[in-house]
């Protein structure tokens, strides 16, 4: 399902004619958000790990990818050197963000259901 639904949005998100793939800086930046969403406001301190597993390894695991990323990276690289470096410290820097909002919207979320 997670592959599935990074197939759609990648057609979905129009090409900037740019030798960044944005499609893949947005997708892995909106899965890292999802996975600590749901990692700290579903799971935190429940023992339920198959949920943790579909939704963490399954749906976000599939939708999400290293291995598009390190492609991107080596294709880049052969290329436009430049443009890989700025793929791939935007895509550390979008994902670590990300996720770091996922978890702020979780406390937030949290705290005013309280």
Known sequence: MGALARYGISLLIPSSGSPIPFNTLFI?????FVLAYLTYSLFKNEGNER???FFG????????TMSSFA???TNLAATYP????IYFFLS???GLLM????????SWIKREAR
């Open 28 to 32: 892995n930046g909106f899965g890292s």
């Open 51 to 53: 949920l943790k597993l």
């Open 57 to 64: 390894t399954g749906l976000c695991g599939g939708f999400t």
């Open 71 to 73: 492609l991107e990276i």
């Open 82 to 85: 430049l443009y890989s470096l």
């Open 92 to 94: 550390m820097i979008a």
């Open 99 to 106: 996720a770091w909002l996922g978890f702020i919207m979780s």
